[in-house]
C-alpha cells in the first residue's frame, strides 16, 4: 500500500489587522508594512497606484468593485506550493503542511473599464457591507479584510488586466502568510481521505464550476477549465489553493479563490469522514455548456466517474446560474438513476415578492433533496455608511450603458446580484427560502 | 459496467441484391449504400471495393478504418455522440462482425496546405512488406469517396467519418436477431484485493486549433482537457475514435480503438494476475510545457486516487507529444506507481541515431514496437483503389507520382496503421 | 379600520363565520340561508372563547347558508363585509370547514375579503382534500383539519391560538414550522446551520433511509408538442422572435440583462440585414461578441429576407420581437409567450423564427 495524500494545515486566527514598519505576526495580530506591500503589488507596472485598506467585521463599511477575494497561504513543507500554476510550478499539491491566516481576506478592487459592454464576459458590481441587513449575504463581513484598491494603468486589454489583478492577489496574499513561517500553529487539523471504516458509505462531492471564459473563469493549477470534462480530484488540491477564481460575471453567484479553499461542502465531508460515510474525493465538473448534448454528457460522465470510484452518495454545488443549473440538474438525475443518493444546495427564484414560480429555472424529479441557500430576486435596501472601499460611486447596470450612484448613501436594489457571494451555492451561509 | 460482445467473423463479403449475413458471408447491396452516403451533400460521389488480404491491392488516400459494431441491448449506441445520443456506453451487449473494416479513402482538397491540420497519403497495402498493420489483415469493404467542392475541412472530416459509420452500422444490423458463434463477456469484476492494481493510461493527441481537433469522445471534439477516468467498455463501444483527416502511421484507425489489445490483454489478466482498474484517456501535445508538465501530473494523481500500484502508457502521434509520455512516465514512478511504456523508435533510416527524442531517467521499462524511421520500398501492385496518383510529399515537391508502381518510402509515415502502438504485434527493435 | 392593539392591556375582538349547519340553523334543507349574525359565540365558537378565556372574545358570529354563500357569492360577500367592518374586530375566523366544499368556500371568501379590502388578519381550517385550499390558500392562513368534525377538539385550540397571535401582530414564521398550509409565497429566512451543514445532513439521512424534506420542491416541466409544418412555404408570412436580446443600439426600451419580464417590436421593414452599428445584444447570459459582430448570428434577418426576394417565403413579417431570455422565470415566460403569439396572431403571422442565443 503507498502513502495518501495527507495535509497538515496549520491556522493562525487573526483578530486584528493594523499597518505598521514591519509586516509580522504579533500573537493573533497581524501587522502589515504598508509601503513593501504597496511595492509588491505595484511590482508589474499594470497599476498607477494602489491603496490598501484594512476593513474589520462591525465596522460601518461598505467595500465595492471587488474582484476576487483570496485566504493568505503558504506551503511550508512537502510539494509544490500553494495557488499552484500561478505562484509556482505545477507540482501536484495537497501534501506535507500548509499555514493560513485564519479570518483574514485580502481582496483586489478595480474599476475595469467595460469596453465589450453587454453580453456575460464583463466585470460587474461586487458589494461587501461589513454591517446592517447586506452583512449576511456574505461571508466576508466576518473577516478582516485587506483591499487592494488598484487604479490601472490604461489601454491594456481585458486579458492583461484580468491576469496582473489576479496575480497581485495571491502575491500579496502569500506574502501576509509568509509571516507564519517557521512558528508552530495555534491549530493544526490533517486532512486524509484513509479509510478506516470499509463498511460505511462512500461519498463523492460534485463540485460544478463555471469557466467561459476572461472574466468568468476558473483556473486549476494555473489553467482555465473553459473545456474542463468531468474529473476526479483529490479534496487536499483544493485545499492547498489548485482552484482559483477568476470569476467576476455575476458576484452573487461567484465563488471566490477565498471559498475554493475554504469550501464548506468539503469541510462538511471532511468532518463527517469516517463517522458518517467515507468521503473518497471530488469531481470536478463544469457548467455552462453551450449544446444540450454536451450537457448531457458531462452529466453522464459525472455519473460514470462516481459509479466506477463505488460511490453511495454525492453532494453537488454548481457555480454561476441560468444555464449551468441544466447540467446541475441532469447531473443530479444521471447520478440518482445511477443509485446514488444526491444532495445539492441551490439558490432559488420567486420574484421580487417571492410569490414567483417555478422557484428554479430547469429541474428534474430526481432532485428531491435541494437545500435552499436564499434567492437573489428579492429587492434590498442598504443603509447608508461611514466608510466606503475601493471607489466612490457603484456602477449600475452596465448592460445599460451603466449609472453611478454615491457609494455611501442608502442604496435602493432591484436585485441582490450585486452582493458578493449572496447566492454563492458552497453553503457557507445560513440564508434560505421557505415556504409562507 | 457489464459488457457482452458477440463476434460474428466474417470469412467472405459478396456483393448481392439485399444486404444479409449468410453464415460467415456477409451479402452486401452496393447499390444501397451508396445511395445512402450520397446523401450527403458534401460527398459528390461514392464507389464500394472490395479489397483482400493476400491481394496484390493498395489502398491509398486512407483516411480511416471502420469496424461494424451495434448495440443490440443496453444504454446508448455504438460509436455515441456520432450514430446517436451520448448516453453512457459500456453495459448490454454489443456485436461485432470480426476481420472486416469498412475503410475510408477519400482525397482531400488541401485547404490547409502544410502543418499537422494537412491531409497526409496514407497507403494501406494487402500485401508485402507494407502490410504491417491490422487492418492489412481484415477483409476490407473500401467506400471511395469523391468531395464536392465549397466546403471546409471540418465539414469533410464529419461527412467522410460519418459515411464509414453509418455503412458499419448497416452492415451490423445484419447480426440482429441472431446468435453470436462467440460471446465475451467484458466486466471489472471486484477481484482478490491483494492482486496489483493496474490502470491504462492511453494518451491520443488533439490540436483544438484545427478545424476538426481530430479526436472525439462521445462526438465532442477533445480539446483543452485533463486526464479523463473512464471504463474499458466505452472504449469497446467506440466512445473514443479518431477524426477522418487521414489515417497515416502515427494514427491509428477507428478499428484498433475499439480493438485495443491492451485493453483486451489488461482484461484476461483481471483476476488472474492483476487488477484492471480503468482507463486514463489522456490528452496530450500541449503547446506550453507547463501544461505538459500539469497534465502529466494530474495523470499521476489520478492513477494515485485509483489506488494503482502500476500502470501501463501508451502514446500516438509523433514529436510534440512524446513529452507528455515522458513527463507522465516520471510522475507516476515518482508517485511509486511502477510503470511500462510503450513506444516505437525513431533511429533514423539505418538505426544509427538516437532512438528516443527526449528522455527522463525514470523511464526504466520501455516496450519497442518498432520504428517509424527505417526506409521501406513497397512493390508494384496490379490493382489500386482510391485513385491512381499519390502526393507523398505536398510540402515539398508537390509531385504525383503513378500508385500502382514501386514506391520507395524514406520512413513509414505513410503507411495506414504503419506503427503498432498499442502492440498488436511481435515487431520491436533490437540493439546489434 | 383595524386599530393598533396593546397585546397586555385589552382583550382581542373576534368575528366568526360558520356555515348553517355549525350555526345550528338546520341542515341541507337551509342551505339557502341569508347572513344571520349573534353577539356571541356559536357551535365551535363557543370552543374558541373557551380557548380564549380572559384574552379575548367573540364579538359576533356571522352565520350564512352554504347555497347562499356559493350561488350568491358577490352579495354574500358584501353582506359579510359590511358586517364585519361594523364590529372592528383584531382578527377573523372561519370555519373549520374539514372537507365541506362550500363552507370551504364560504370560510375562504370571507377571509379572503376581509384581508384584501379592510386589512384585517384572517384564519380559516379545513381539510387539505378541501377544494378550497387550492383557491384560498395564497389569500389567507388555513390550517390543516382531518377530514370531518371529529377532529373538532384537536383544531379549536390551534386555530385559537393563531388568531390571537394575528390580532395582537407577532410574526408569523414559516408554514412547516408554524402549521399552516403554505401560501405560495417564498420567504427568505436565516436558518441556525449553514446551507453546507443541512445539505450534509439530509445527505446522511438520505444514506440511511431516514425521512428528509426537500427544501426547494421542484415541478416538473411540461413538454411544448411543435406546430404542424406549413403546407406552403411561398405564401407564409414568417416571422422573427428572439430571446436573444438584440436590440436598437442605445436599448431604447431599457431592457434589463437578466431576468427581463417585457418583451417589444422593432420595425425591421424595411432592413436586408442588421446592422453591427444598429444593433446590439444586452443579453447577460452568453458570450455576446460573435452577436455584437454580426447581429445576423443570432437573429438571421439577412437570410430570411434573401429567401423573401427569392420567393422562397411569401413575405417577412414588418417586426421583430425582441425579448431577454436569462433568468426569467417560467410562469413569466409563459405570460410572454401568451402575449406574442396573439400579437402574430393579429398581423395574420403563419410561422415564427425562434432564435435564443
Keep these: 500500500m503507498r502513502e495518501t495524500m495527507r495535509l497538515e494545515m496549520g491556522t493562525f486566527p487573526i483578530t486584528e489587522a493594523t499597518f505598521g514598519p514591519r509586516t509580522e505576526l504579533d500573537g493573533t495580530r497581524l501587522v502589515i508594512d504598508h509601503d513593501e506591500l504597496a511595492a509588491l503589488v505595484l511590482e508589474n507596472g499594470f497599476f498607477r497606484r494602489v491603496r490598501i485598506e484594512i476593513v474589520s467585521p462591525g465596522e460601518s463599511a461598505r467595500i465595492i468593485h471587488l474582484l476576487d477575494a483570496i485566504e493568505p497561504r503558504i506551503k511550508v513543507e512537502g510539494p509544490g506550493e500553494t495557488f499552484p500554476g500561478f505562484l509556482g510550478s505545477v507540482e501536484t499539491v495537497g501534501e506535507g503542511r500548509t499555514h493560513r491566516l485564519g479570518g483574514v481576506a485580502v481582496m483586489q478592487s478595480a474599476e475595469i473599464p467595460g469596453r465589450g459592454k453587454g453580453g456575460l464576459l464583463m466585470v460587474r458590481e461586487g458589494i461587501v457591507d461589513m454591517t446592517g441587513p447586506g452583512a449576511a449575504y456574505s461571508p466576508f463581513s466576518q473577516t478582516i479584510n485587506i483591499v487592494l484598491t488598484l487604479e490601472l494603468e490604461p489601454n491594456f486589454s481585458d486579458e492583461e488586466y484580468d491576469r496582473t489583478i489576479r496575480l497581485a492577489g495571491l502575491k500579496a496574499a502569500r506574502y501576509l502568510a509568509r509571516t507564519t513561517v517557521d512558528r508552530r500553529a495555534p491549530q493544526y487539523r490533517t486532512y486524509d481521505l484513509t479509510i478506516s471504516c470499509p463498511a460505511l458509505p462512500r461519498v463523492v462531492y460534485v463540485h460544478q464550476i463555471q469557466s467561459q471564459g476572461t472574466f468568468a473563469r476558473t483556473f486549476f493549477y494555473g489553467k482555465p477549465l473553459d473545456h474542463l470534462i468531468p474529473t476526479l480530484v483529490h479534496p487536499n488540491e483544493l485545499l492547498d489553493g489548485a482552484l482559483v477564481s477568476g470569476n467576476y460575471a455575476y458576484q452573487s453567484m461567484k465563488t471566490p479563490t477565498w471559498l475554493h479553499g475554504n469550501n464548506p461542502v468539503i469541510e462538511q465531508l471532511y468532518d463527517r469522514h469516517g463517522r458518517d460515510w467515507n468521503f473518497v474525493g471530488v469531481i470536478l465538473s463544469r457548467g455552462h455548456f453551450y449544446g444540450i448534448s454536451e450537457k448531457q454528457h458531462s452529466a453522464n460522465h459525472v455519473a460514470k466517474l462516481a459509479r466506477m470510484w463505488n460511490a453511495d452518495g454525492a453532494m453537488i454545488t454548481w457555480e454561476g446560474g441560468g444555464n449551468s443549473i441544466i447540467e446541475a440538474m441532469l447531473t443530479i438525475q444521471a447520478l440518482e438513476r445511477a443509485g446514488i443518493k444526491t444532495t445539492a444546495i441551490s439558490y432559488e427564484l420567486g420574484g421580487a415578492d417571492g410569490t414567483g414560480t417555478p422557484l428554479l429555472l430547469y429541474s428534474v424529479p430526481e432532485a428531491d433533496a435541494l437545500v435552499s441557500c436564499g434567492t437573489y430576486e428579492r429587492p434590498l435596501r442598504l443603509p447608508s455608511v461611514k466608510r466606503v472601499v475601493g471607489g466612490r460611486t457603484i456602477r449600475c447596470d452596465p448592460a445599460k450603458g451603466g449609472h453611478h450612484l454615491p457609494a455611501h448613501q442608502s442604496l435602493q436594489l432591484d436585485t441582490s446580484l450585486q452582493m458578493y457571494c449572496g447566492t454563492n451555492q458552497v453553503g457557507f451561509g445560513r440564508r434560505r427560502g421557505i415556504d409562507f | ?432 | 379600520m383595524r386599530t393598533t392593539h396593546d397585546q397586555m392591556t385589552s382583550p382581542i375582538r373576534i368575528v366568526h363565520y360558520v356555515n348553517q349547519f355549525f350555526g345550528g340553523i338546520g341542515g341541507e334543507e337551509r342551505a339557502d340561508t341569508e347572513l344571520l349574525i349573534r353577539e356571541h359565540p356559536v357551535g365551535p365558537g363557543v370552543g374558541i372563547a373557551r380557548a380564549l378565556g380572559e384574552r379575548g372574545r367573540i364579538v359576533a358570529t356571522l352565520i350564512g347558508g352554504d347555497n347562499y354563500f356559493t350561488e350568491r357569492m358577490d352579495v354574500a360577500r358584501s353582506a359579510a363585509l359590511e358586517a364585519i367592518e361594523r364590529y372592528r374586530p383584531d382578527v377573523v375566523i372561519a370555519g373549520p370547514a374539514f372537507n365541506a366544499g362550500r363552507y370551504g368556500m364560504a370560510c375562504g371568501e370571507v377571509c379572503k375579503a376581509v384581508t384584501e379590502t379592510l386589512r384585517i388578519p384572517s384564519v380559516t381550517a379545513m381539510s387539505p382534500h378541501n377544494p378550497a385550499v387550492s383557491l384560498y390558500r395564497r389569500s389567507t392562513y388555513i390550517l390543516p383539519t382531518g377530514e370531518s368534525a371529529a377532529s373538532m377538539p384537536h383544531i379549536l385550540p390551534r386555530l385559537t391560538a393563531f388568531a390571537h397571535r394575528l390580532a395582537i401582530g407577532d410574526a408569523i414564521g414559516p408554514a412547516e414550522r408554524e402549521g399552516y398550509m403554505p401560501r405560495g409565497i417564498r420567504g427568505i429566512i436565516l436558518d441556525e446551520r449553514s446551507a453546507a451543514q443541512r445539505a450534509a445532513e439530509m445527505l446522511k439521512a438520505k444514506l440511511t433511509g431516514e425521512p428528509y424534506q426537500t427544501e426547494i420542491p421542484v415541478e416538473v416541466f411540461q413538454p411544448v408538442s411543435p406546430a404542424a409544418p406549413l403546407q406552403d412555404l411561398t405564401t407564409a408570412t414568417i416571422a422573427l422572435v428572439t430571446t436573444s436580446g438584440l436590440v436598437p443600439r442605445g436599448n431604447p426600451d431599457g431592457f434589463k440583462s437578466m431576468n427581463e419580464s417585457r418583451w417589444a417590436t422593432y420595425p425591421v421593414k424595411h432592413l436586408d440585414a442588421l446592422a453591427p452599428d444598429e444593433w446590439e445584444p444586452i443579453h447577460g447570459g452568453y458570450d455576446a461578441r460573435f452577436a455584437r459582430e454580426n447581429p445576423n448570428r443570432v437573429v438571421p434577418l439577412d437570410v430570411l429576407r434573401e429567401l423573401e426576394n427569392e420567393g422562397v417565403i411569401g413575405r417577412l413579417h414588418a417586426d421583430l420581437i425582441v425579448t431577454v431570455g436569462v433568468g426569467t422565470p417560467v410562469e413569466v415566460c409563459q405570460r410572454m409567450g401568451e402575449e406574442i403569439v396573439d400579437e402574430l396572431h393579429r398581423a395574420n403571422v403563419s410561422a415564427a423564427i425562434f432564435t435564443s442565443n
Design chain 2, 1 to 432: 459496467m457489464q459488457l457482452d460482445v458477440g463476434t460474428f467473423p466474417i470469412n467472405s463479403i459478396v456483393f448481392d441484391h439485399h444486404t444479409r449475413l449468410d453464415g460467415d458471408t456477409l451479402r452486401i447491396n452496393r447499390h444501397e449504400l451508396i445511395q445512402m452516403i450520397q446523401e450527403d451533400p458534401c460527398i459528390e460521389r461514392a464507389e464500394i471495393e472490395l479489397a483482400i488480404p493476400g491481394e496484390s491491392t493498395r489502398i491509398i488516400h486512407v483516411c480511416d478504418a471502420i469496424e461494424p459494431r451495434i448495440k443490440v441491448s443496453g444504454p446508448g449506441v455504438c460509436y455515441p455522440g456520432l450514430m446517436g445520443p451520448v448516453d453512457t456506453v459500456g453495459r448490454g451487449v454489443t456485436h461485432r462482425l470480426g476481420g472486416m473494416a469498412v475503410v475510408l479513402s477519400a482525397e482531400y482538397p488541401r485547404l490547409i496546405e502544410t502543418g499537422v491540420g494537412a491531409a497526409h497519403e496514407a497507403i494501406l497495402d494487402m500485401s508485402g512488406p507494407g502490410a504491417l498493420g491490422p487492418i492489412a489483415h481484415t477483409l476490407n469493404l473500401v467506400l471511395v469517396l469523391a468531395l464536392a467542392s465549397g466546403y471546409s475541412q471540418g465539414d469533410y472530416n464529419r461527412a467522410v467519418q460519418l459515411a464509414g459509420l453509418k455503412v458499419a452500422h448497416r452492415l451490423a444490423q445484419t447480426t440482429e436477431g441472431k446468435a453470436p458463434p462467440l460471446r465475451r463477456r467484458y466486466e471489472l469484476t471486484p477481484v482478490d484485493t491483494t492482486l496489483p492494481k493496474v490502470v491504462y493510461i492511453s494518451q491520443f493527441y488533439t490540436q483544438l486549433n484545427l478545424p476538426a481537433p481530430y479526436l472525439t469522445w462521445y462526438g465532442m471534439y477533445i480539446t483543452d482537457w485533463m486526464p479523463l477516468w473512464v471504463h474499458p467498455n466505452e472504449i469497446l463501444d467506440g466512445a473514443l475514435i479518431p477524426g477522418a483527416v487521414g489515417g497515416d502511421a502515427v494514427r491509428p484507425s477507428s478499428w484498433e480503438y475499439v480493438n485495443n489489445p491492451i485493453i483486451a490483454r489488461l482484461y484476461e489478466a483481471h483476476g488472474e494476475a492483476l487488477a484492471f482498474l480503468g482507463v486514463i484517456v489522456h490528452r496530450t501535445r500541449f503547446e506550453v510545457f507547463e501544461e505538459k508538465q500539469l497534465s502529466a501530473n494530474q495523470a499521476a494523481k489520478l492513477a494515485k486516487l485509483m489506488g494503482a500500484d502500476g500502470a501501463i502508457v501508451t502514446w500516438i502521434g509523433a514529436g510534440n507529444a512524446f513529452i507528455e509520455g515522458m513527463l507522465t512516465v516520471q510522475a507516476l514512478e515518482r508517485e511509486g506507481i511502477k510503470t511500462v511504456f510503450m513506444t516505437y523508435e525513431h533511429g533514423g533510416q539505418e538505426g544509427w541515431e538516437a532512438p528516443l527524442m527526449f528522455t527522463v531517467p525514470e523511464a526504466d521499462a520501455i516496450i519497442s514496437v518498432g520504428s517509424l524511421d527505417r526506409a521501406i520500398t513497397l512493390p508494384a501492385v496490379e490493382r489500386v483503389i482510391g485513385g491512381d496518383e499519390l502526393c507523398l510529399d505536398p510540402e515539398a515537391s508537390g509531385e504525383r507520382v503513378p500508385a500502382a508502381g514501386e514506391l520507395r518510402l524514406p520512413w513509414r509515415l505513410p503507411i495506414a496503421s504503419g506503427i503498432d502502438h498499442w502492440g498488436f504485434g511481435r515487431l520491436t527493435c533490437i540493439e546489434y
